[in-house]
C-alpha cells in the first residue's frame, strides 16, 4: 500500500484510541492487516525493487502525503493529536523498517521483517492478485474511504 493509505488509516485509529501508546500498536498490526489487500505490486519488474526506485517511489508518496496533511491541517484548523502521530508513525514503521533493509540488506532483523513483509503481502496476491494500475486505483479509493470515516 502507499504510505499515504496507512498513514490515512493511522489518522483515523489516533481519532478513536486516545492512548498514544495503543495508537501506535494498532497502527503497526493494521499495517500488515492492509498490506494482505492485493495492491498492484507483487506484478511490478523485479528491476525496480532496489533502493533508487523504492526511493523514488517513497519521495513522491512522501510528497503526496505531505499534500494531504497539510491541506487536512487548514481544513480543520488544528495539528494532529499525539495519538494521531503515533497511529501514523505505527502505520508507517513497517514500510520504513523494509526500505532500510534495502539499505542494510546484511542485517539479520531487517532481513526477518523483509521475509515476514513479503509473507503477508503474499498471503492473497500469490493466488490473485491485480495489475499495478488497478491497485493504484484501488489505493486511492480505498485512501478516499478512510478519509472520510476520519472526517
Not at 502507499?2 to 485509529?13: D, E, K, N, P, R
Not at 499495517?31 to 507483487?42: A, K, S
Not at 494532529?80 to 514503521?93: D, E, P, R, Y
Request: proline share 3%; aromatic share 14%; with cysteine.
Amino acid at each position: 500500500m502507499f504510505l499515504t493509505v496507512h498513514s490515512a488509516t493511522g489518522l483515523v485509529i489516533g481519532n478513536y484510541v486516545k492512548n498514544p501508546f495503543l495508537a501506535f500498536f494498532v497502527g503497526f498490526i493494521l499495517h500488515y492487516l492492509f498490506d494482505i489487500i492485493p495492491h498492484g505490486d507483487t506484478k511490478v519488474s523485479k528491476k525496480y525493487h532496489n533502493v533508487i526506485y523504492m526511493t523514488l517511489a517513497g519521495i513522491i508518496d512522501l510528497i503526496a502525503l505531505s499534500g494531504s496533511f497539510l491541506i487536512i491541517i487548514l481544513v480543520q484548523n488544528k495539528f494532529f493529536t499525539m495519538s494521531q502521530i503515533a497511529a501514523i508513525c505505527g502505520s508507517v514503521l513497517p514500510d520504513a523498517l523494509l526500505f532500510c533493509y534495502f539499505i542494510l540488506p546484511q542485517n539479520k532483523i531487517l532481513s526477518q521483517l523483509k521475509k515476514f513483509h513479503h509473507y503477508i503481502h503474499g498471503l492473497i496476491s500469490s493466488r490473485w492478485e491485480i495489475n499495478l494500475i488497478p491497485g493504484m486505483l484501488l489505493q486511492i479509493i480505498l485512501y478516499i474511504i478512510i478519509l472520510t470515516l476520519y472526517f
